[in-house]
């Protein structure tokens, strides 16, 4: 029978690790923001990184945005997964929106807007420094949290929900934080031995048996 782990104790370290930590994805603004969380969907933050300061030249903000057909925005999407989709999502966002100002920051309001599921809205939220409304659960989430042991699920939305009810709302930058460990320590082949989570983690524990 496996200890039974207190996670909000637990998570601690890994908060303190990693609080503010700025998300991979490189903005300057909330517009910029929007727009690279949407494209960044199955597709690396570096090359979203890479292929964006072109496409903020030619759409500066929401109303430049606003104006555009979906295929105006083709050239500078080369690369991208499913990007004939993610530009019918901006474009559909910024005609919604119409101006930066407008730019909705409640996750209730964000998930309205097309191509912005929870995790989006979530990355949205933390990155535009609001508090968390619910859990990041990203790919790296998907992996980490199971590995730990903090959830059984596997699936993102089941997944978020538990954490929700596992940790308080002032530990929900968690998420995040197992977003990071994952990019860095719990990879795909997991650096185990210099994890600081390793004390608490069913995948390690089983692992030394």
Known sequence: ???KIDWPEAMRPLLKKYKGKKHPLEFENLYQLIVVVVLSARSTDAY???IAPK???AFPDMSAL???EPEALFPYLAGITNFANKAKWLTAIAAQVKTDKQI???LE???ELPGIGRKSANVILRGAGKKPEGVIVDVHVLRVAPRLGIVKEMDAGPMEERL???LPPDEWEAGMAMSFLGREICTPKPKCDSCLMNKVCLYYSRLKK
């Open 55 to 57: 496409l903020f030249a």
């Open 164 to 166: 929700m009810k596992v």
């Open 1 to 3: 029978m496996p200890k």
């Open 104 to 106: 909705p920051l409640s």
């Open 48 to 50: 979203i990184n890479s």
């Open 109 to 111: 309001k964000l998930i």
């Open 66 to 68: 606003a104006g555009a």
